[in-house]
């Protein structure tokens, strides 16, 4: 009995994660296609995280030879960043958002960008992915 009132009262609440998921990726997307220029990525500064970018420099063996997930990577550039300063490094982008995966392909082309770092669409919960030592 206990079971089947557990399994009902998850119903809910996984048909809550759906809708919330599902607002998400619009919004996102939205948000990285461009199409209502007053949602367009301000974030975006065209370099990566000065933030990330000075704790890297002071603590180069941070990222050297580890998994690194960049979660809500939108253009890469972050994850861009960790691949370049360390080639042992395997880096791995993540974005809800198709645009934003679009951004770094046009951004980073294939032939251009480190081997070592790679994009995957999804939510982060839903998308298997590996564990990792260093989630930014």
């Known amino acids: 009995y206990m079971g089947t009132a557990l399994f009902r009262a998850r119903a809910p609440v996984r ?27 301000d974030w975006d500064l065209g370099a990566p995280s000065p933030a990330l970018a000075s704790l890297v420099r002071e603590q ?21 960043f960790l691949a370049e300063t360390s080639a042992t490094a395997t880096v ?10 679009a951004a770094f392909e046009a951004i980073f ?5 480190p081997e070592n770092v790679s994009y995957v669409v999804g939510d982060f919960y839903s998308t298997a992915l590996a564990t990792f030592d260093l989630v930014v």
Do not use: C, F, Y
């Open 92 to 101: 791995v982008a993540n974005d809800i958002a198709p645009s934003a995966a």
């Open 109 to 113: 082309p294939k032939a251009s960008r």
């Open 15 to 41: 048909e809550a994660h759906n809708s919330v998921e599902s607002m998400a990726l619009e919004t996102w997307e939205t948000m990285w296609s461009g199409t209502t220029p007053e949602l367009l990525p």
């Open 60 to 80: 180069p063996e941070l990222n050297q030879g580890k998994r690194a997930l960049v979660l809500g990577a939108g253009s890469g550039r972050d994850a861009v």
